[in-house]
Every structure is written in C-alpha cells, then in structure tokens.
C-alpha cells in the first residue's frame, strides 16, 4: 500500500496516543515501513536515526538478530503462548532466576506483568496489601515526586505529577501526596518535606515511589543519587516501602544496569517494562521476600492480581535472550565511551544562544528550549530533525536523545549532530 493509502485510512480511525487529534490530523507523519538496528525507514525508503528507542523500548536497537532467532526458535519449539495460572515453563522459571541473580540485592520474587503501568500497578497493590493483611491497614497512602511519571492505568496515573497527564483522573485512584523534586539547589528542601510528611503520616503511608536518577516524562530532570540514599534511610526509619519503577531507567539507561546502583541501594519493590523484553509488550515486578512472606498463608492473603498475557512464554524467551546480549556484547561497559559523546554534543548545544539548560546521564542528553510541555519548540526541532534523517520526538519543549545502546560510535555522532544542528536552525 503506498503512502497516501496508509495516511488516509490511518486518520480515517486510529486514535494515537499522547496526541492532540485535531494538530495530528492536519499533520504529516512518518510511515514506517522496517526498523532495523538504530534506524527507522518510511515506505519511501527515506531513513531516520531512531533518536528515542522507538519510545525507550529498543535499548538494544531493532530486530537484534540474535532477537529474531529467539522469536523463530520459540515458535519451532511449539510455545507461543500459555497462561502461567496453575502451570509454568521454563522461559518463565529460568527467567526470574536470571533476574534475581542481577537485581539489586534483597530482591528474590518475580511477578511477571504485560507493560510499565502494569508493574507499578502490582507494586502499589503488593505494598498496599502487605501492610493491610499484617496488622498496619491504615498504610494506605503513597509520596510521588512532583514531575512524576508512573504510566496510564488509574493507580500509576493517580501517583503521576504532571498536571496536563492527570486533569481528568485526578485522585480517582489511591491516595497520593506529591513532594518536591531535588533540583541541583533544593535538594535539602525537597529532603526536609518527605522527612516531615513521614514523620507525621509513616503510620498512612505504604510507599515512597521514584523514578531513580532521572524523571523521563518530566522532560528528563535529572538529581542526585544522595537523594536515594536519603529516600533508602527513610524508607526503613518509617517502615515505608520504597518502590523503585525502573520502565525507562532500566537496562542501562543511565549507565549502569538499574540507576539505584549509581547511589549504591537496594528498592524493597522494582518495576520493569519498556527494553525487558525488547520486542512484546512484557515486564515485571520484583520484591523482597518480605513482601512476599506478607502474603502467605490462607487463600484470602493471596495477591488477587494478574494480566492475561503476563509471562508468556516468547516474550519471556525474548527476554532472557535480552540479558544474555547485555552480558555477552558487554553492552553496559561499551556505553560508556558513548555517554561521553552525548554529554560533549549538549555541552556544545549549551553554547547555542536561546537554550536554556542542558543536561546528561549515561545515554541520556536533554536541552530545554523553552518553557513547558505544551510549548511548540520541541516540535520544529522535530521537523528540522526529520528533513535531516533523525526521529526526535520531544517532550514538550525538552529536546532530548535516548538511543538505542547499541548504536554505533558513527551513528551517535551522526544523530548529536543533527540535533545541534536542528537546534540551531530553529533558534538562530
Ligand atoms: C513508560 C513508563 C511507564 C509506563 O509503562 P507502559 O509500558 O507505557 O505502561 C511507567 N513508568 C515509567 C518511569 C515509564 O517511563
């Protein structure tokens, strides 16, 4: 089908996500036809540096071979599909092992989800009804950062402190009070709030959640991991768990493995999505075995809790296949040399007059242009980005990379180049 075809009968009946219907209407997106290692392709053979990981999934680049094989030998094999209600596989039982043996210490139970939202979901449910069934019930509330992104169903929304994400479900789900991100020199202030708040509220809160490191949908806010080691100290002072939603800093993101190993804890809950399984839609949350114990005994102390596709058998294959290549391909050490070229382009993108603050961690580079999410700069650096052969989706006026890790050292250079570039052309 060419082009127009497509076009035509996707604005005819596809509702996109994130996206305001009317502008996208009126607009001329992108239609593509191969993603393959760091580049996207139209169905008119133009190519594009896939400058956010395909929305921070393809940490290990497109159709990975070594991801194909794994995808045409589950099939072979006959096992596609199966419920893990009652039953089991081996995909699933040798990928929690694999997970258990590099997670951060402490964290020896896997329950397996279908995507980000699902995780943080079964997080807050397991640290909710761990206190309620062990004689805390009134640990019924959670403390989220300002500027926080948990994902879309109503508990993670309900956590999420970015006001055009939560207008309408506002505090439909649970309880949430919001406290102040550590900027570089508010750290203390934002350190002061959540000691305050647990010192008078411990006894209603169940669980303190942070994205570590860096706040991705907040535009990229980075802050310091003395601020985790801080959270880690409350957390046990009060009896809170902390809940560590890994979906985008995972899988090396922000240079190591998981970005709480920058400040050297262990969460009591982690949630993973987005690059777990690279492909399918699939994550996890791993827990303590404290938390697990909560949940012993008779059967009405069972977490009550599951996705129909949760742990299929190709997305866990997909999966393990996954740790196998950041192993293998040493994939977190040959970032290193790559984090470094990010963090010289947004130095130089710092230079160019109208930006405002640059920043970078690991594969991460941000530059702010302007002011807010619903800013209109991001997006003509988008378009600048496009006719120069690079996808950059910004957030709001935050023009950002988070390419896949996998990508080559000339790629990279290829990619920070057009966006210097981009950046200028809109600015200057
Ligand atoms: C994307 C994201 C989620 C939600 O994941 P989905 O797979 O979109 O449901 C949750 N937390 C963080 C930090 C994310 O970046």
Redesign the pocket.
Known sequence: MIRDEIVARDKAHVWHPYTAMDEYTASDPLVIARAQGSWLEDVDGRRYLDGNSS??VATLGHAHPRLVATMQRQAEQGLLHCSLAGTTHEPAARLAEELVAIAPPGLTRVFYTD??????EVALRMALQMYVQNGAPKKRGALALEGA?????LG?ASLGGLDVFRRVVGDIGLTCVRVPVPAPNAHARAFDMIARLLRDKADETAAIII?PMV???AGMRIYDAAFLRELRALADRHDVMLID?????GYGRTGPMWAVNHAGIAPDIM?L??AFSSIL?M?ATLASERVFDGFRGSKDRALYYGHTFCGHPLGAALAREVLAIYREEKLIERSKEKSLLIERAFARIAEIPGVARVRSLGMIGAADLGEGYLGKIGWRVYDEARRRGAYLRPLGDTVYVAPPLTISNDELTQLLGIVEESVRAVLT
């Not at 992104?149 to 169903?153: I, N, R």
């Open positions: 929305w921070w995507n980000g939202s699902g995780s943080v992104f948990h994902g879309d169903t993670a994205e706040q991705a949908a939603d890994e979906v985008f800093t949630c999505g987005k839609p994550g």
